[in-house]
Protein backbone atom coordinates (compact mmCIF):
# COMPACT_ATOMS: atom_id res chain seq x y z
CA UNK A 1 0.00 0.00 0.00
CA UNK A 2 1.54 3.25 -1.13
CA UNK A 3 1.07 6.57 0.35
CA UNK A 4 -0.45 9.57 -1.53
CA UNK A 5 1.16 12.44 -1.86
CA UNK A 6 -2.15 14.39 -0.88
CA UNK A 7 -2.97 12.05 2.19
CA UNK A 8 0.32 12.25 3.57
CA UNK A 9 -0.03 16.54 2.67
CA UNK A 10 -3.25 16.65 5.02
CA UNK A 11 -1.79 14.16 8.02
CA UNK A 12 1.37 16.57 8.07
CA UNK A 13 -0.48 19.82 7.37
CA UNK A 14 -3.42 19.05 10.27
CA UNK A 15 -0.76 17.51 13.06
CA UNK A 16 1.35 20.26 13.06
CA UNK A 17 -2.58 22.68 13.17
CA UNK A 18 -2.58 20.64 16.34
CA UNK A 19 1.10 21.55 17.36
CA UNK A 20 0.58 25.42 16.50
CA UNK A 21 -2.12 25.61 18.87
CA UNK A 22 -0.66 23.08 21.55
CA UNK A 23 2.92 25.75 21.18
CA UNK A 24 0.46 28.99 21.48
CA UNK A 25 -1.39 27.83 24.81
CA UNK A 26 2.13 26.98 26.57
CA UNK A 27 3.51 30.31 25.62
CA UNK A 28 0.94 32.12 25.99
CA UNK A 29 -0.77 30.27 29.34
CA UNK A 30 2.24 28.17 30.18
CA UNK A 31 0.14 25.23 29.93
CA UNK A 32 2.54 22.58 30.33
CA UNK A 33 4.07 25.04 33.55
CA UNK A 34 0.09 24.64 35.69
CA UNK A 35 0.11 22.75 38.51
CA UNK A 36 -3.60 21.73 38.24
CA UNK A 37 -3.81 18.06 38.40
CA UNK A 38 -6.97 16.85 40.04
CA UNK A 39 -10.26 15.92 39.02
CA UNK A 40 -11.99 17.86 36.38
CA UNK A 41 -9.88 20.81 36.71
CA UNK A 42 -7.33 20.21 34.05
CA UNK A 43 -9.97 19.44 31.78
CA UNK A 44 -11.76 22.82 32.46
CA UNK A 45 -8.92 25.55 32.30
CA UNK A 46 -7.99 23.70 28.87
CA UNK A 47 -11.47 25.33 27.72
CA UNK A 48 -10.83 27.81 29.44
CA UNK A 49 -7.71 28.49 27.47
CA UNK A 50 -8.71 27.97 24.61
CA UNK A 51 -11.87 30.29 24.92
CA UNK A 52 -10.04 33.08 25.63
CA UNK A 53 -7.09 32.14 22.86
CA UNK A 54 -10.12 32.44 20.38
CA UNK A 55 -11.46 35.18 21.67
CA UNK A 56 -7.87 36.38 21.67
CA UNK A 57 -7.36 35.75 18.24
CA UNK A 58 -10.17 37.13 16.71
CA UNK A 59 -10.30 40.53 18.09
CA UNK A 60 -9.23 43.05 15.58
CA UNK A 61 -9.49 46.12 17.74
CA UNK A 62 -5.64 46.27 18.70
CA UNK A 63 -2.51 44.99 16.71
CA UNK A 64 -0.59 43.38 19.27
CA UNK A 65 0.17 39.47 19.75
CA UNK A 66 -1.94 37.04 21.32
CA UNK A 67 0.63 37.14 24.60
CA UNK A 68 0.18 40.80 24.39
CA UNK A 69 -3.04 41.38 24.45
CA UNK A 70 -3.54 39.00 27.28
CA UNK A 71 -1.71 41.37 28.72
CA UNK A 72 -4.04 44.20 27.85
CA UNK A 73 -6.55 42.71 28.86
CA UNK A 74 -5.82 42.13 32.40
CA UNK A 75 -4.62 45.75 33.21
CA UNK A 76 -7.38 47.62 31.06
CA UNK A 77 -11.02 47.00 32.06
CA UNK A 78 -12.40 48.23 28.80
CA UNK A 79 -10.25 46.67 26.64
CA UNK A 80 -11.00 43.43 28.25
CA UNK A 81 -15.15 44.51 28.74
CA UNK A 82 -14.57 44.59 24.63
CA UNK A 83 -13.34 41.07 24.46
CA UNK A 84 -15.56 39.65 26.38
CA UNK A 85 -18.81 41.89 24.53
CA UNK A 86 -17.04 40.36 21.03
CA UNK A 87 -17.80 36.44 21.70
CA UNK A 88 -21.88 35.67 20.34
Given at each position: ?6 V????V ?11 I?D ?7 S?I ?18 M?K????K ?22 N?M?
Amino acid sequence: MGLDAKVAFNAVRSHWQVESMHWILDMTFREDESRIRKDRGPLVFNVLRKIAMTMLKKDESKKASINRKRKMACLDDDFRTSLLNSMP
